[in-house]
């Protein structure tokens, strides 16, 4: 499956890569400032690119900004 690009409402650009089926990253690309998010594909399809730039959006509202990391293991040297 290839990522997707698209641009918000705000005009901010997203590429969208799928992770899995249950799984989509929405990473900022050319200068947006937002953070990457990761948000559930629709049930009833598993290609970006067959999804409308509202249908996006609506995805991209909802999902959650993607935790950072693991930090170091304070156990390790």
Known sequence: ?????????????????????????????EGNPGPARVGSPPGYETDPYELSVEELERLLDSAPPRRAGKGKSPFLD
Do not use: L
């Open 1 to 29: 499956m290839a990522h997707r690009v698209f641009s918000d409402r705000k005009g901010n650009r997203w590429e969208i890569i799928p992770v899995g089926r249950s799984e989509w990253t929405f990473e900022p690309i």
